[in-house]
């Protein structure tokens, strides 16, 4: 590993158009973390609804862009559109597989779509702001949690999965200022409005994750031995609780993300060699073990 302090993730980051083999995934045990099935589960209960926000953002920001005149944060803007963009794509192709197993995924990837349709259209130009951006809180430290527990919870799963959710946290990180700095040019003088839709986007983000969460629980048999039962609920309020926690400084009226002691303090080792690694020219859409370590050989 190299001395040198990384740079900090949010400043200029690319768009990576990576398309992963999810088709190749028919047949699969969706249940794909044998390290930690419960994770498995909370990520594909979480990840239903979320290219349909990701949609969402894309049409909030390209409507914002009229607005403003800063050309770094349009940079920014642009690039988060283009990330969000690609993982929309590939996490509704995800949905499909995991509607073979589950049988309501498909409803509730529909019910998402039709919601953030339907707001899209509602909705005023600073409850969209105020929303993508209290939402983007969530995906940026769900990002740091999900990588800072890595060996947990990824080292034995689908290379492929994996994959994907190791480059969707990534980038969750890498542009999780964007929406929270439109805002803030746009209606920064509303500072108890962002606040308020936090906790708004908080309650969206847990009610669907449990939802779906306790419906594959089910479904997988996890419910009907009360030590499995258990497990599985303590972990996946355990982990939105964790997210709520990381949150508080995000209610401060001096928080800014960049400035959040998870990418200031200390940087993800996994985070910073899979960006060098996948700028260099390597290949990221199928990560086992063997590949980890090369990944983190070569920072």
């Known amino acids: 590993m190299s001395g040198e302090s990384p ?135 769900a990002g740091m949690v999900v990588l ?27 542009h999780g200022a964007v929406a929270f700095d439109v805002y803030k040019k746009l209606y920064g003088k509303h500072e108890w409005y962002r606040k308020y839709m936090v906790l708004v986007a908080l309650k969206h983000i847990a009610g669907e994750t449990l939802r779906a969460y306790f419906h594959m629980a089910r479904q997988s048999g996890y419910l009907r031995n009360p030590w499995r039962a258990w497990k599985s609920t303590k972990f996946v309020v355990g982990t939105l609780l964790r997210m709520l926690w990381l949150a508080k400084p995000v209610m401060s009226r001096r928080y800014h993300p960049r400035n959040h002691p998870l990418v200031t303090d200390r940087q993800n080792p996994i985070a910073v060699a899979w960006r060098k690694f996948e700028g260099d020219g390597g290949d990221v859409l199928a990560i086992d073990r063997e590949k980890m370590d090369l990944i983190l050989r070569t920072n």
Not at 46 to 67: D, M, Q, T, W
Not at 71 to 86: D, K, T, V
Not at 148 to 170: C, E, G, L
Request: hydrophobic fraction near 40%; glycine fraction near 4%.
């Open 7 to 141: 740079r900090h993730p949010m400043d200029h980051f690319p768009v990576r158009p990576l398309e992963f083999d999810v088709d190749g995934l028919a047949g699969k045990d969706p249940v794909w973390s044998r390290s930690c099935p419960e994770f498995a589960m909370f990520l594909n209960a979480l990840g239903i609804h979320v290219p349909y926000f990701e949609r969402y953002l894309i049409r909030v920001l390209n409507r914002a862009k009229a607005s403003v005149d800063d050309p770094e944060l349009r940079e920014a803007m642009s690039g988060i559109i283009g990330q969000e963009a690609h993982h929309a794509k590939n996490f509704i192709a995800y949905n499909r597989f995991l509607a073979a197993t589950y049988p309501r995924a498909a409803d509730f990837d529909a019910e998402a779509r039709d919601f953030f349709i339907e707001h899209l259209k509602t909705d005023s130009p600073r409850r969209q702001a105020a929303f993508t951006a209290g939402y983007e809180t969530f995906t940026f430290l």
């Open 148 to 174: 800072d527990n890595y060996d947990r919870w990824f080292s034995d799963s689908d290379p492929t999965i994996k994959a994907m959710w190791v480059w969707h946290q990534v980038e969750e990180v890498e």
